[in-house]
């Protein structure tokens, strides 16, 4: 199995920036992607960015783009999004996931709730 915690969401204002890391332990060799998904209160949750490791590919929700930047520190089995240019529109509960190789599970953090103010 995989576990996945995120740390980083606080209370910002619009235009300001942050940082939201989340660190796997486990079975981490057996993970190919890792992403980030959103929940805002009484919406679906919602792609935000995903990494895919082996293949080096980075994907963004165009809601995002040239704002967020998704990145890994793969000696810490850490994924960072850094966020730039908040929005009122980007508050929600931040989640990272992980998806294992072949018919591996797939696993998600607890989450972080990132508030923007205007």
């Known amino acids: 199995q995989v576990q996945l915690v995120e740390s980083g969401g606080s209370l910002v204002q619009a235009g300001g920036s942050l940082r939201l890391s989340c660190v796997a332990s486990?079975?981490?060799?057996?993970?190919?992607?890792m992403g980030w998904f959103r929940q805002a209160p009484g919406k679906e949750r919602e792609f935000v960015a995903e990494y895919r490791w082996g293949a080096g590919i980075k994907e963004y929700a165009d809601s995002v783009k040239g704002r967020f930047t998704i990145s890994r520190d793969s000696a810490k089995n850490t994924m960072n999004l850094q966020m730039n240019s908040l929005k009122p529109e980007d508050t929600a509960v931040y989640y990272c996931n992980a998806v294992e190789r072949g018919e591996g599970g797939n696993y998600w953090g607890q989450g972080t709730q990132v508030t923007v103010s205007s």
């Open positions: 486990g079975r981490t060799y057996s993970i190919y992607r």
